[in-house]
């Protein structure tokens, strides 16, 4: 008897480095998430893409330990997810564990954000540049080593007396920065202020900032708000290159198309707070709902999409049973 073809789960089921499980952020009266719950991929480029408002960001803040959540639970897994009675047992002994060998699950939403970029390893850019204008572009590099540095100098004295130790991470902290100068193209303006960047090197270089603490995950708040079409091309390859040679995985919010169709493996789209579709590009980008919500047309016009995509659905289950 012939089998049905196997159809390979996506990674972001088969390989979860974050799952954010019903998420709800209220403030006061308004639900900004309401009842999210998605998958990033690990290894992936994971797009949230939404009209202005949709709570994108306010998902970000949750995940990065800016806002804690009013619901939900959000798990970040270094190495391979957690089954269900490992993750039972983390929620209920605390807001970190160990599974497997070494590898950590953390519960993001228990986290305050220090620990969630210096243990978690969750790096996040702001849609808001915020470097720090007054140093130069290579101690913006090594501010964002500082705990490392910290660690490394036992809080000082190390550092005071110059142990080999010290040394060793300072220089290490240095190869890093020059690492990821070189990565997105400002060596030479290394010693420059970093608010005298043009704005598209700014980013670059907030991008650079956060590369610099290790992350596993990189979330990325519109990344090419305000870059030229060059500059976005370039933005796609240095996002790609993070990808492919750091392994890192990339959740990011976007309004370019042409950026998110591009490069993301993974889209996810909210409208006000509420997940309107998951799959990949091709699959959102020809999605009713989506194309409903971005053109903004009246709620008529929503109901009579919604009403042939239920009808398409209702369809296509009766033939699958008859
Ligand atoms: N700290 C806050 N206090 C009160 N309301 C907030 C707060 N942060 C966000 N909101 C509200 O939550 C909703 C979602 O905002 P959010 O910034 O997350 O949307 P967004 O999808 O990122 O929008 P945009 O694309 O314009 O950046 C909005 O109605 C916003 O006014």
């Given at each position: 008897?012939?089998?049905?073809?196997?159809?390979?789960?996506?990674?972001?089921?088969?390989?979860?480095?974050?799952a954010v499980e019903h998420l709800?952020?209220?403030?006061?009266?308004?639900?900004?998430?309401?009842d999210l719950s998605f998958k990033?991929?690990?290894?992936?480029?994971?797009?949230?893409?939404?009209?202005?408002?949709?709570?994108?960001?306010?998902?970000?803040?949750?995940?990065?330990?800016?806002?804690?959540?009013?619901?939900g639970r959000?798990?970040?897994?270094?190495?391979?997810?957690?089954?269900?009675?490992?993750?039972?047992?983390?929620?209920?002994?605390?807001?970190?564990?160990?599974?497997?060998?070494?590898?950590?699950?953390?519960?993001?939403?228990?986290?305050?954000?220090?620990?969630?970029?210096?243990?978690?390893?969750?790096?996040?850019?702001?849609?808001?540049?915020?470097?720090?204008?007054?140093?130069?572009?290579?101690?913006?590099?090594?501010?964002?080593?500082?705990?490392?540095?910290?660690?490394?100098?036992?809080?000082?004295?190390?550092?005071?007396?110059?142990?080999?130790?010290?040394?060793?991470?300072?220089?290490?902290?240095?190869?890093?920065?020059?690492?990821?100068?070189?990565?997105?193209?400002?060596?030479?303006?290394?010693?420059?202020?970093?608010?005298?960047?043009?704005?598209?090197?700014?980013?670059?270089?907030?991008?650079?900032?956060?590369?610099?603490?290790?992350?596993?995950?990189?979330?990325?708040?519109?990344?090419?708000?305000?870059?030229?079409?060059?500059?976005?091309?370039?933005?796609?390859?240095?996002?790609?290159?993070?990808?492919?040679?750091?392994?890192?995985?990339?959740?990011?919010?976007?309004?370019?198309?042409?950026?998110?169709?591009?490069?993301?493996?993974?889209?996810?789209?909210?409208?006000?707070?509420?997940k309107?579709?998951d799959?990949?590009?091709?699959?959102?980008?020809?999605?009713?709902?989506?194309?409903?919500?971005?053109?903004?047309?009246?709620?008529?016009?929503?109901?009579?999409?919604?009403?042939?995509?239920?009808?398409?659905?209702?369809?296509?289950?009766?033939?699958?049973?008859?």
């Open positions: 008897m012939a089998t049905a073809p196997h159809t390979p789960l996506p990674r972001w089921e088969e390989d979860p480095i974050l709800f952020m209220r403030f006061g009266g308004l639900i900004a998430v309401n990033v991929g690990r290894g992936d480029i994971t797009a949230l893409i939404g009209p202005n408002g949709a709570g994108k960001t306010t998902v970000f803040n949750c995940i990065t330990g800016f806002y804690k959540p009013s619901e959000l798990v970040l897994a270094h190495g391979r997810a957690p089954t269900d009675g490992e993750l039972a047992s983390v929620t209920l002994i605390g807001e970190r564990a160990l599974v497997g060998a070494s590898s950590g699950v953390y519960l993001l939403e228990r986290m305050p954000d220090h620990r969630v970029s210096g243990e978690a390893k969750v790096a996040r850019t702001f849609q808001n540049i915020r470097l720090f204008t007054g140093m130069t572009v290579l101690e913006n590099l090594m501010v964002a080593q500082h705990n490392a540095l910290m660690a490394a100098s036992g809080y000082s004295l190390k550092g005071l007396f110059g142990l080999p130790s010290w040394n060793t991470a300072q220089y290490e902290a240095t190869e890093n920065a020059k690492y990821w100068l070189d990565k997105v193209g400002l060596t030479d303006r290394a010693d420059d202020p970093a608010g005298d960047l043009p704005y598209g090197a700014q980013r670059r270089l907030e991008i650079a900032r956060a590369m610099c603490s290790g992350p596993i995950l990189l979330c990325l708040d519109e990344p090419a708000a305000g870059l030229n079409p060059r500059e976005s091309l370039e933005l796609n390859e240095l996002l790609r290159s993070i990808r492919a040679e750091h392994g890192t995985s990339i959740l990011l919010i976007e309004h370019d198309m042409s950026v998110v169709m591009e490069i993301s493996d993974h889209v996810i789209v909210l409208d006000y707070g509420t309107i579709s799959g990949t590009p091709d699959a959102v980008k020809n999605d009713p709902r989506v194309i409903a919500a971005y053109l903004g047309v009246d709620e008529d016009a929503v109901e009579e999409v919604e009403a042939e995509i239920e009808a398409e659905v209702a369809g296509s289950t009766t033939e699958a049973t008859s």
